[in-house]
């Protein structure tokens, strides 16, 4: 059958066998990304039986995952294929750990200029969605160059290399003495890291959001550790503010012993976060080098098929002695 043959030709045993395949998957990653998630919530946490199960049962469909796709008539997804082309498998990972590296950074912002600066729930969106503006501004600036170059590898580097300076920068300012610039111009160097630098994202942005669920638990032994020794050894402040977030934090007024030690407390937290987001943002800039420096084509949309032929084509080769292959 051709790779481009309508899925309405599909026979009954060829829709079977890729609903196995992504039965698979899906099962395979809700298994092990939902324990993650709610396992603050267990009876014994990680240890708890229901937990441990998921994540075995989860690790059990992951693996047999490759093997449905290789043992059935017409996969879901084409993995030898897939495994070896280049254009899919790196710009798929760079997405997928860009996204995790910025999870890691983005999603727990908001409560901590909160805390740690005394943002006003209005400041605190601008804050949080500054990221989001920078990148869709510069994104624009990425497509012309782009355009005009017709290259898009170097491109995406540079993308990468901002996004590292943009976190290094965060973590240098993850002080409570840092001004506003210092802490908005961070966040705009990651938005036009991210605007040149992206090319699966909902797969790194679920593990970005479970690995930070996880680190963020380590915010209540942080709390206990600093608040303390300043409210002699009273726990039931810590756990106060661990429970209420920046709303309960609030309650102690800024300067005060118990609400710089708050503050410490969650930018130590913040902390740890922003360095596994630099690490996977320096692996996130290399893998960028990995990418094929094609040309972009001007007279087709799809720079690797022959959509009107459905034939897999050289890309670099001169249009009039393009080598054709069956897809």
Same mark, same amino acid.
């Given at each position: 059958?051709?790779?481009?043959?309508?899925? @309405? &030709?599909?026979?009954?045993?060829? +829709?079977?066998?890729?609903?196995?395949?992504?039965?698979?998957?899906?099962?395979?990653?809700?298994?092990?990304?939902?324990?993650? /998630?709610?396992?603050?919530?267990?009876?014994?946490?990680?240890?708890?039986?229901?937990?441990?199960?998921?994540?075995?049962?989860? #690790?059990?469909?992951?693996?047999?995952?490759?093997?449905?796709?290789?043992?059935?008539?017409?996969?879901? $997804?084409?993995?030898?294929?897939?495994?070896?082309?280049?254009?899919? +498998?790196?710009?798929?990972?760079?997405?997928?750990?860009? %996204?995790?590296? &910025?999870?890691? @950074? *983005?999603?727990?912002?908001?409560?901590?200029?909160?805390?740690?600066?005394?943002?006003? &729930?209005?400041?605190? $969106? *601008?804050?949080?969605?500054?990221?989001?503006? @920078?990148?869709?501004?510069?994104?624009?600036?990425?497509?012309?160059?782009?355009? *005009? /170059?017709?290259? *898009?590898?170097?491109?995406?580097?540079?993308?990468?290399?901002?996004?590292?300076?943009?976190?290094?920068?965060?973590?240098?300012?993850?002080?409570?003495?840092?001004?506003? #610039?210092?802490?908005?111009?961070?966040?705009?160097?990651?938005?036009?890291?991210?605007?040149?630098?992206?090319?699966?994202? !909902?797969?790194?942005? #679920?593990?970005?959001?479970?690995?930070?669920?996880?680190? %963020?638990? !380590?915010?209540?032994?942080?709390?206990?550790?600093?608040?303390?020794? +300043?409210?002699?050894?009273? #726990?039931?402040?810590?756990?106060?503010?661990?429970?209420?977030?920046?709303?309960?934090?609030?309650?102690?007024?800024?300067?005060?012993?118990?609400?710089?030690?708050?503050?410490?407390?969650?930018?130590?937290?913040?902390?740890?976060?922003?360095?596994?987001?630099?690490?996977?943002?320096?692996?996130?800039?290399?893998?960028?080098?990995?990418?094929?420096?094609?040309?972009?084509?001007?007279?087709? %949309?799809?720079? +690797?098929?022959?959509?009107?032929?459905? $034939?897999?084509?050289?890309?670099?080769?001169?249009?009039?002695?393009?080598?054709?292959? &069956?897809?």
């Amino acid at each position: 059958m051709n790779a481009l043959s309508p899925a @309405s &030709t599909a026979s009954p045993s060829t +829709v079977a066998s890729r609903n196995w395949s992504s039965s698979s998957t899906c099962w395979a990653f809700c298994l092990l990304l939902v324990p993650l /998630t709610i396992a603050t919530e267990a009876p014994h946490g990680y240890n708890s039986g229901y937990i441990i199960a998921m994540f075995v049962l989860g #690790a059990v469909a992951l693996v047999a995952w490759p093997f449905v796709e290789l043992a059935v008539p017409r996969p879901l $997804v084409h993995l030898r294929e897939l495994a070896l082309n280049i254009d899919i +498998v790196v710009p798929s990972l760079i997405y997928a750990v860009d %996204q995790f590296s &910025t999870t890691l @950074s *983005y999603q727990p912002a908001l409560q901590w200029v909160e805390v740690t600066f005394n943002y006003t &729930t209005s400041n605190a $969106v *601008y804050f949080y969605y500054t990221q989001s503006l @920078s990148n869709v501004a510069f994104s624009m600036v990425a497509s012309v160059i782009s355009m *005009y /170059t017709r290259r *898009y590898k170097w491109v995406s580097f540079f993308g990468g290399c901002l996004r590292v300076l943009g976190v290094g920068l965060m973590m240098r300012y993850c002080t409570t003495g840092s001004t506003t #610039a210092q802490l908005v111009i961070p966040q705009i160097i990651q938005g036009i890291g991210g605007a040149v630098v992206l090319l699966i994202i !909902n797969l790194g942005d #679920a593990i970005g959001s479970a690995v930070t669920g996880t680190v %963020q638990q !380590n915010l209540q032994g942080l709390l206990h550790q600093y608040v303390d020794p +300043v409210v002699n050894g009273n #726990a039931t402040v810590a756990t106060r503010v661990y429970e209420g977030g920046a709303s309960a934090a609030e309650l102690y007024p800024q300067g005060s012993p118990v609400r710089d030690a708050i503050s410490a407390a969650w930018s130590a937290n913040m902390h740890q976060l922003l360095i596994g987001a630099l690490v996977s943002g320096i692996i996130n800039a290399l893998m960028c080098l990995g990418m094929p420096d094609r040309q972009l084509a001007t007279e087709t %949309q799809n720079n +690797v098929t022959d959509e009107r032929l459905g $034939v897999m084509v050289d890309p670099q080769a001169d249009p009039e002695k393009r080598v054709e292959t &069956t897809a």
